[in-house]
C-alpha cells in the first residue's frame, strides 16, 4: 500500500454513459497525476496537477475526458460519453515533482 | 507516446539466477526511474538515478545509467518466485510526468 487511494477499484459502464473515477493521494504530495494503461502497455501520462492548477492538460485524449482538483487533495477524472476504446486502468499518482511517484492501485474501466 | 523501450520484452529464469533488463530512451532527461508492477495492479517505485549518476544500488537491484548512450539496465541478483512482475522504465524530464516504456514481464521459477 503506497499511501494513494482510488476509488472504484472496478467499473463497468455502457456505451455513452458518463464515469468519473476518484483519487486521494498522500496528503503531503503537491503533485498528484494521473494515467492511463492498457493492456501489455506502459502507463500513457494524461495530466496533473500542482496544488489545485492544473498545469498540463495537452495529454488528455480527447475532449470528453476531463479531471479536476478543486482544493489541491483529492482529484477527480470524469469520462463522457464513454467508447468501447476507452476500456483500460486509470492509474493515479502523487509526488514533490522531480522524485518519485507513488501510484495507486487504479481503477479498471470497462465498456460494453 | 512511449518514449523508453525495454529489452527484452519477456523474460523467463529459475529462481537464483539474475535477471537483467535493459532500456533506452530517446530526449534528455532530469533522472530515470523503474517500477515494478504485480498483475493487475498499481505500480510500486523501485529505485530513481539522476541524470548526473551511473550507477545505483538498492538491496538485490543495481541501476546503470548511460546518458551518452540514452539507455539504462537494471539487475536484480539471486532472483525470487516473488520477483515474478513486470518491470518498467520512466524517463522525467522536467519533473512533470513520467514517459514509460512498453515493459518487460519477468517470470521466476522455483
Known amino acids: 500500500d503506497t499511501g494513494v487511494s482510488q476509488n472504484p477499484r472496478h467499473k463497468i459502464t455502457k456505451r455513452g454513459q458518463n464515469v468519473t473515477f476518484r483519487c486521494d493521494p498522500i496528503s503531503e504530495h503537491n503533485r498528484l497525476y494521473w494515467y492511463r494503461q492498457t493492456l501489455g502497455q506502459g502507463p500513457e501520462f494524461l495530466t496533473y496537477f500542482q496544488n489545485e492548477a492544473q498545469l498540463e492538460k495537452s495529454r488528455l485524449l480527447s475532449d470528453r475526458f476531463s479531471a479536476e482538483r478543486p482544493k489541491g487533495s483529492f482529484s477527480t477524472l470524469e469520462i463522457q460519453r464513454t467508447e468501447q476504446g476507452d476500456s483500460a486502468m486509470y492509474l493515479c499518482?502523487?509526488?514533490?515533482?522531480?522524485?518519485?511517484?507513488?501510484f495507486g492501485p487504479g481503477t479498471r474501466l470497462t465498456v460494453l | 507516446s512511449q518514449q523508453g523501450e525495454e529489452d527484452p520484452q519477456a523474460l523467463s529464469i529459475q529462481e537464483g539466477e539474475n535477471a537483467t533488463m535493459n532500456c533506452s530512451y530517446k530526449?534528455?532527461?532530469?533522472?530515470l526511474q523503474w517500477y515494478r508492477q504485480n498483475s493487475g495492479r498499481g505500480l510500486v517505485h523501485l529505485i530513481l538515478?539522476?541524470?548526473?549518476?551511473r550507477e545505483k544500488h538498492s538491496g538485490r537491484l543495481r541501476v546503470t545509467l548511460d546518458t551518452s548512450k540514452k539507455s539504462s539496465s537494471l539487475l536484480i541478483t539471486a532472483s525470487r518466485a516473488a520477483d515474478t512482475a513486470s518491470y518498467f522504465c520512466?524517463?522525467?524530464?522536467?519533473?512533470?510526468?513520467?514517459?514509460f516504456g512498453g515493459g518487460t514481464r519477468l517470470m521466476v521459477k522455483p
Open positions: 538515478i539522476r541524470s548526473n549518476e
Open positions: 520512466a524517463t522525467d524530464n522536467a519533473g512533470n510526468m513520467l514517459t
Open positions: 499518482a502523487s509526488g514533490l515533482g522531480g522524485n518519485e511517484q507513488f
Open positions: 530526449t534528455s532527461i532530469n533522472n
